[in-house]
């Protein structure tokens, strides 16, 4: 039996002005009601999922900044994990003169040096104020980052993609989480481990959970279910890794309850 759903947030639940189409928010609530377990695993911080969350008028585990934080629907953190400071501060240094946006991320704040135009489109789609501070570079012992995220061109970021993956992927885990969105992570750090650490705690097996995501980073929670549900604007890459293609939440929802249906025959 299927007894925890996980579901992505942008481009899968959120939609582009933030807000979550009603016939997903239905799907979901019903399946609380009929038992389901529920987690949202995404690139974006706790504060801002738990936004989403009242706009749903549910509570769920929280899966956060591609990991490094979990928490479960009763608000108790079961992981986290930042980047040592210096190797923040060596990778920062590295692509902050590049043609991007750059953004280092703590627990519950977005930060970046200097404020322009393209900031302020970005800040559009956060529910909470991106800090602009000019010293941010001294600043890293404090922090505590947990995230670099660049944004910019597709063909720059996944240039940037493999320059970073060539060079430091000892040292960094990195994820296109969207077209023009690269988040750059400690090592180990993936939504795939994080819900390992959920399911642990949970006691519920990888065979009973199902995954619904649309990007490069909900791979690797993909690859731990033979539940999992990607949208079908994905990349055919990610849809290649997951094992049905839907065009929606609530499709998915609605495919999962009928599996459990056959499983209970």
Known sequence: MIKLIVSDLDGTLLQEDNTVKQDDRESLKEALQDGFQISIATGRMD?????????????????????????????????????????????????RPLNVITLLCNYDTNFTEENNEYVEGIQKRMFHPIVIDPKLTDKFESIMPSKITLLGFENDIIKIYEELAAEHGEEIDIY????????????????????????????????????????????????LTPYSYVISHAHDSVKKEASFVVNSVSDAVAQIRRENMKLVK
């Open 176 to 223: 296109i989480s969207e077209k023009q969105v690269l988040d750059i992570m400690p090592k180990k750090i993936s939504k795939g481990n994080a819900l390992s650490k959920l399911l642990d705690y949970l006691e519920i097996k990888e065979e009973e959970i199902a995954c619904i995501g649309d990007s490069f980073n909900d791979i690797p929670m993909f690859k």
């Open 47 to 95: 504060i801002e999922i738990q936004e989403v969350l009242k706009s749903i008028g549910e509570r769920f585990h929280r899966i956060s900044q591609n990991g490094a934080f979990t928490s479960t629907v009763d608000n108790q953190a079961i992981f986290s994990k930042t980047f040592d400071p210096s190797l923040a501060r060596k990778i920062y240094n590295k692509v």
